[in-house]
């Protein structure tokens, strides 16, 4: 079953490439060694888990939306 993304992972991930699910979790991966606030480390270590457990198929059903973009589609 796919796991549902937070609003915040969806931001981070669409930051980085989104056109391949392992190019994107090594972005996360090489992304997270810069990172020092421990919510950020917390959303970075959530999205590359997630990812990792999800298939290439799965992983194109991801809508990657700015959170903004996002809330305008449902108003």
């Known amino acids: 079953m796919l796991e549902k993304f ?24 090489t992304g997270l060694h810069g990172v ?12 590359i888990e997630k990812l990792e457990s999800i298939t290439d198929a799965e992983f194109t059903d991801i809508g990657f939306y700015a959170a903004d973009e996002y809330d305008d589609e449902e108003a």
């Open 6 to 29: 937070t609003v915040e992972e969806i931001n981070l991930m669409s930051i980085y490439c989104t056109e391949n699910r392992k190019a994107l979790i090594g972005e996360l991966v």
């Open 36 to 47: 020092d606030d421990p919510e950020m480390i917390y959303i970075f270590v959530s999205a």
